[in-house]
């Protein structure tokens, strides 16, 4: 059983940076970062690979966000910078523990999920 903890979401001005961190316990193949506004579906944001540190990035956030972990604390890392007030939302951190060719983007494709972190960008 993997446990995530998400931590580092608050309230931030248009243009600012925040850093999500999700610590998870257990073994994971992918550890993604998922986001949900009011009103709207679940969508991908990022997720890197255990091995070979792979990444896939949702377009919106490309060049804006980076995805990195440290396999000695078993964190990962969202870092987020240019932030837009579209990018408010509910963040979660989800991990697949089982292997796959390529990152999927579907949240059905993850088995465990953190408990979210709010992200809130003001105009």
């Known amino acids: 059983q993997v446990q995530l903890v998400e931590s580092g979401g608050g309230l931030v001005q248009a243009g600012g940076s925040l850093r999500l961190s999700c610590a998870a316990s257990?073994?994971?193949?992918?550890v993604g970062w998922f986001r949900q506004a009011p009103g709207k579906e679940r969508e991908f944001v990022a997720a890197?690979?255990?091995?070979?540190?792979?990444?896939n990035y949702a377009d919106s956030v490309k060049g804006r966000f980076t995805i990195s972990r440290d396999d000695a604390k078993n964190t990962v890392y969202l870092q987020m910078n240019s932030l837009k007030p579209e990018d408010t939302a509910v963040y979660y951190c989800?991990?697949?523990?089982?292997?796959?060719?390529?990152?999927?983007?579907?949240?059905?494709?993850?088995?465990?999920w953190g408990q979210g972190t709010q992200v809130t960008v003001s105009s």
């Open positions: 257990g073994g994971t193949f992918i």
């Open positions: 890197i690979t255990s091995i070979g540190a792979s990444t």
């Open positions: 989800a991990a697949r523990s089982k292997f796959t060719l390529v990152i999927l983007t579907t949240p059905t494709s993850y088995d465990f």
